[in-house]
């Protein structure tokens, strides 16, 4: 009897420290992957990628421990010209032939301010992974009335440059700016 009650007495007590960690997934309906550079120093072009896959974890509600994968296919490069994407997708950019996919897998999340975080992690595009640092804003977590699921709203802006990718080197700035914004909004399912 002694060795049950030990058992269970010490199962109780690892499983009261251990962290539920919840995985959450982007809703493909409501998020968006998206781009902006500047072309010859007077215009903003704007672009998605049409085709990506996100997986947040958490163990805390307000995700300050968050761990956060991406995958997007090279090739659903959508800036609304059909001529560009081509060309984009071309050995010139992103070479989605040799490249199909690009991932990004955070290291860190630091708190920054109320539901802002610094998300620190490493990009592999075009065959290169470099680190890179995205302002994280977590917008809430609603169960939505029509699936009556959680549902979690994040969005991460920030600023990559194309040459460290070895994206465009024969399409110098003002061409194409080197500073490439990015702009990512979605809803996350639990």
């Known amino acids: 009897m002694k060795k049950i009650t030990l058992i269970l007495a010490a199962f109780i007590t690892l499983t009261a420290f251990t962290a539920v960690v919840a995985t959450w997934q982007n809703d493909d309906a409501h998020s968006q992957l998206g781009f902006t550079v500047t072309h010859l120093g007077i215009a903003d072009v704007s672009g998605t990628f049409n085709d990506f896959d996100v997986t947040i974890k958490s163990s805390k509600p307000d995700f300050n421990d968050a761990t956060i994968e991406l995958t997007a296919k090279t090739a659903s490069i959508d800036t609304r010209v059909d001529a560009r994407d081509n060309h984009l997708r071309s050995a010139d950019f992103f070479d989605a032939a040799k490249y199909p996919t690009m991932s990004f897998k955070s290291t860190s999340i630091k708190k920054a301010g109320k539901n802002k975080y610094k998300l620190t992690g490493e990009l592999n595009l075009h065959g290169i992974t470099k680190e890179v640092i995205m302002e994280l804003r977590y917008k809430g977590t609603v169960e939505n009335p029509m699936s009556k699921k959680q549902t979690a709203g994040f969005q991460v802006i920030g600023v990559i440059k194309r ?28």
Do not use: C, H, W, Y
């Open 163 to 190: 040459t460290d990718f070895n994206l465009g080197n024969g399409f110098p700035p003002p061409m194409i700016s080197n500073e490439v914004r990015i702009k990512a909004d979605g809803e996350f399912i639990q």
